[in-house]
């Protein structure tokens, strides 16, 4: 099977920086797709940013102009650099991945993370 395992949340304030990392392990040949998206108390979970397997990359309007999304295919790997982090940026951060295709099968899959609570103090 395939794990995501997510780190560097935690507390920061306002106007700081913190760097969200995503594994992925298992028997994987390929992930078409992987991205981070978050939900906050009460609120439903939404895409933060994605990055596909070439590089394309798709961000929430809302953290277009702070947070940096990147990925390294070779160890299955994507990180969310988040700057100028905002009290509204607080949720719990779940990693993505899409198009996951592993050894020995021919299906996709769709992976997620556990989640990462990332807090900003005002």
């Known amino acids: 099977q395939v794990q995501l395992v997510e780190s560097g949340g935690g507390l920061v304030q306002a106007g700081g920086s913190l760097r969200l990392s995503c594994a992925a392990s298992?028997?994987?040949?390929?992930?078409?797709?992987m991205g981070w998206y978050r939900q906050a108390p009460g609120k439903q979970r939404e895409l933060v940013a994605t990055?596909?397997?070439?590089?394309?990359?798709n961000y929430a309007d809302s953290v277009k102009d702070g947070f940096t999304i990147s990925r390294d295919n070779a160890k299955n790997t994507v990180w969310l650099q988040m700057t100028s982090l905002k009290p509204e940026d607080t949720a719990v951060y779940y990693c993505?991945?899409?198009?996951?295709?592993?050894?020995?099968?021919?299906?996709?899959?769709?992976?997620w993370g556990q989640g990462t609570l990332v807090t900003v103090s005002s």
């Open positions: 993505n991945a899409g198009g996951v295709l592993l050894s020995g099968s021919s299906r996709l899959r769709e992976v």
């Open positions: 990055i596909t397997s070439g590089g394309s990359t």
């Open positions: 298992g028997r994987i040949l390929s992930i078409n797709a």
